[in-house]
């Protein structure tokens, strides 16, 4: 039970904790009462704040997506194609922007900003003092890792993992996830765990930070990313329980989905968990109330819904991404339908730290929706990647070039995408494609 409430913001520079889970569906929350997810933490902060039931990435794949988040600008111009792509170093970010304000900025996880290079130092601070960082400690994703490190660590997980004898085992045991339908449990202890080590990792970072100086830190998990690896404690805790049918897909029996679920469920549920840890520790340093919470992710996951995994697509159980702020001047309890983008969590940081954002960026503080004095934020969301891009006017969506085809849906009659109004709807078509960046 955290002891210090959330309330107004003090006159000091706000602190920012920013919870970034991996490949996290945008309908998987508890305010979604048809998925039975255990999330009493993430309830916890929707209570004191307000979610966003409509919110786009700027692109569902980890290094654009990251990339945008980080310049605060669409996916067109964040620098960042691909996972192929390092991030330019000549493009500013937000974490600069409020390190020069005075924040000392912390991040740990999975930043994925140079995926290309597949080299984050064993300490997992390569490049992250260039990004903006005062201290941070990168590591690789899942499926990185094991790529990068497997005869000698290039990572701070994985050197751990060799130190204690365990990376042999996890990357065996990692490679034979070829498919979704392994839900088995992982050999590794809870200790050694990806985001059980994130999360030690998080809270020895808020050790070393300053007090009486401002903070930001970004916690980005590894979790709920395929594969469906989880601990013998997770999977004790995630059998048992029904989950919906996944939309249009026949890959798999009914049983297998239901097994794949659970194990994603036990991955959201797991991070609750250490969400709730890291909201301890907050409070321990008596700085509950100055700090602002934001959960989010940098994109959504199929979960089989029209025969697809993972991420990529522009449906949008991929492009969607959950958003709840929680703290300082927020609602309480509110829930909003205002659009929002994932690049708009860099704004609202600047914008209450006093920083202000930088000319080059698109994103736009969610401020005056959050303190209610907009019940609008804005007009269009645009998601893109490589071939394909999108524009979302919050009810009618247009995809243009998704496997050399177009398409629209109204997503207020239609929420799982599946009748493409395209002739049927032309003068919306139109004007939606004209809208399209």
């Known amino acids: 039970m955290l002891s210090a409430p959330f309330v107004q913001a003090s006159r000091r520079q ?35 704040g307000t979610e966003f039931s409509r919110v786009l990435c700027a692109s569902p794949l980890c290094a654009p997506s990251r990339a945008c988040l980080a310049s605060g600008r669409e996916y067109k111009n964040c620098g960042v194609a691909s996972n192929k792509d390092n991030y330019p170093l000549t493009l500013p970010t937000y974490y600069q922007k409020l390190r020069a304000a005075g924040y000392y900025v912390m991040g740990c996880g999975k930043i994925d900003l140079h995926k290309q290079t597949l080299d984050w130092g064993l300490d ?51 490679r034979g996830r070829k ?8 050999p590794l202890p809870d200790d050694a765990y990806c985001d059980n080590w994130i999360a030690e990792n998080a809270k020895a970072l808020l050790g070393r ?18 594969p469906m690896d989880i601990t013998g404690a997770m999977e004790s805790k995630a059998r048992g329980r029904e989950y919906p049918q996944p939309n249009r897909n026949t890959e798999y029996d009914a ?32 700085e509950l109330e100055n700090t602002m919470v934001v959960f989010s992710s940098d994109h959504g996951e199929m979960l089989g819904d029209h025969n697809r995994w993972a991420k990529h697509v522009p449906y949008q159980a991929s492009a969607g991404i959950p958003l709840i702020v929680a ?20 704004a609202t940081f600047l914008d209450y730290a006093g920083a202000g954002v930088t000319p080059s960026m698109e994103a736009k503080s ?5 303190n209610g004095r907009a019940r609008r934020h804005r007009e269009l969301l645009y998601s893109a990647l490589e071939e394909w891009r999108l524009v979302w006017d919050g009810q009618y969506k247009y995809v243009e070039g998704f496997h050399n ?31 399209l960046i």
């Open 209 to 226: 930070a300053p007090h009486g100086k401002p903070w930001h830190l970004v916690v980005n998990f590894t979790g709920p990313h395929n």
């Open 179 to 186: 498919r979704y339908a392994a839900t088995y449990p992982t």
């Open 124 to 174: 997992g601070k390569r490049l992250t003092g260039d990004w903006g960082f005062s201290d941070a400690i990168d590591n690789a994703g899942k499926m990185d890792a094991v790529r990068a490190g497997e005869a000698r660590p290039t990572d701070p997980y994985m050197a751990m993992l060799h130190r204690r004898s365990l990376a042999a085992v996890h990357i065996k045991d990692m």
């Open 14 to 48: 706000p602190n920012f904790l920013f919870l970034l889970p991996d490949q996290w569906r945008p309908d998987w929350l508890p305010s979604n009462p048809s998925v039975p997810l255990r999330l009493p933490n993430i309830a916890g902060l929707a209570r004191r």
């Open 405 to 435: 085809e177009n398409a629209l849906y109204n997503l207020r009659s239609d929420p799982a995408e599946n009748e493409n109004r395209l002739t049927s709807e032309k003068t919306l078509t139109d004007r939606l494609r004209r809208a």
């Open 255 to 286: 049983k297998t989905h239901i097994a794949i679920r659970q194990n994603y469920a036990a991955m959201c549920e797991n991070i609750d968990r250490l969400v709730g840890e890291l909201l301890a520790e907050v409070d321990r340093r008596g």
């Open 366 to 370: 969610l401020r005056n929706v959050l």
């Open 327 to 346: 703290g300082l001047d927020a609602g309480k309890g509110a829930r909003t339908d205002a659009l929002a983008s994932l690049i708009d969590v860099g």
